[in-house]
């Protein structure tokens, strides 16, 4: 429980402190272009139109809402990552549990994870991604159309009770759900593709002076331990 506590308190902090660059981001992706290019010059030192970075989006936000404007989706975003980081953990334990229940859990040679095993906790993972992403997912909806209504200069969506009772009235349960399909197929492709391309490396193209070390970092990435 106290891993569960430091780990919302850690999450919630760096949500804080990233939201505005995750703002910004998303503006971007979705082409709202207020500014127009400045005259720059790319990595060849040819002079190209650019478009405004990071920072003089950012002002140009603050010019219009305030410092306050660059945490627009804040709270929202907060409640999918506490609730997120519950669910996960949970699912987590709860096969853990069921483990230590079982007999005989079959060894490592040399320290080496099996197939099975890589197969096992990245089934594991998705499981709790997964079920953390279906609980939150409309979280991140509300999350998304707060942000997004900086283009249009509208109000609909404002904090998340309110913008509850607003999706619920205009497109009932299922607008909370919008986009999760292709978020959970985009979760669950890039958490596979990780794991298998590192049980690869570890297994087969690292030199045994470098196995450690190098596993350290893949499995703080992937999340997948050697150990049962």
Sequence with gaps: ?????????????LTVLSHPLMYVKMLVQVGHEPLPPTLGRNMFGRQ?????????????????????????????????G?????????????YHELE????????????????????????????????????????????LRCMVQFIGRETKYNGVFGSIVTIYKEEGVLGFFAGLIPRLLGDILSLWICNMVSYLINTYALENGAVGEMKSYSQAVTGVSSTS
């Design 1 to 13: 429980m106290a891993d569960t506590g430091s780990q919302l308190l850690l999450g919630s902090g």
């Design 100 to 143: 230590q229940k079982e007999d005989g859990e079959a060894e490592h040679k040399d320290g080496q994870m099996s197939m099975e095993h890589v197969i096992k906790e990245t089934t594991q993972e998705m499981v709790a991604r997964s079920a953390a992403t279906l609980v939150t997912h409309p979280f991140h909806v509300i999350t």
């Design 48 to 80: 190209v139109y650019q478009l405004p970075g990071l920072f003089a989006y950012a002002k140009h936000i603050i010019s219009i809402d305030g410092k306050s404007g660059l945490f627009k989706g804040l709270a929202p975003r907060l409640c999918a």
């Design 82 to 94: 506490a609730v997120g980081t519950l669910v996960h953990s949970k699912v987590l334990q709860r």
